[in-house]
Nanobody, 121 residues
Framework: QVQLVESGGGLVQPGGSLRLSCAAS????????MAWYRQALGKQRELVAV???????NYADSVKGRFTISRDYAKNTVTLQMNSLKPEDTAVYYC???????????????WGRGTQVTVSS
């Protein structure tokens, strides 16, 4: 079994910062990629940022220059540093991991339960 647990959400004023963290645990052979998605009320879930096993990163245009994704490979964690937050960043943020549970197996997408981020004055 594999679990992803997010932490760090909350309420912040526009222009403020938050740091989200996600820890993967369980029967893990390799994590190919980790990512953050978000889903605002009434909208579809969207990719925010992704980091590969090699450290390559990609960001949604709406967060480029404001958000930074990073990984701790030894601890199987991924972090999203969010700066200059805007009201439109308000959403539930989900951690995602493409994880292989044993050598030679395909990767499976695992999801955390999500953490609420609210940007409001």
């Amino acid at each position: 079994q594999v679990q992803l647990v997010e932490s760090g959400g909350g309420l912040v004023q526009p222009g403020g910062s938050l740091r989200l963290s996600c820890a993967a645990s369980g029967s893990i052979f390799e994590i190919a990629a980790m990512a953050w998605y978000r889903q605002a009320l009434g909208k579809q879930r969207e990719l925010v940022a992704v980091i590969s096993s090699g450290g390559s990163t990609n960001y949604a245009d709406s967060v480029k220059g404001r958000f930074t994704i990073s990984r701790d490979y030894a601890k199987n964690t991924v972090t999203l540093q969010m700066n200059s937050l805007k009201p439109e960043d308000t959403a539930v943020y989900y951690c995602n991991g493409l994880i292989r549970r044993r050598a030679g197996s395909g990767g499976i997408n695992y999801w955390g339960r999500g953490t609420q981020v609210t940007v409001s004055s």
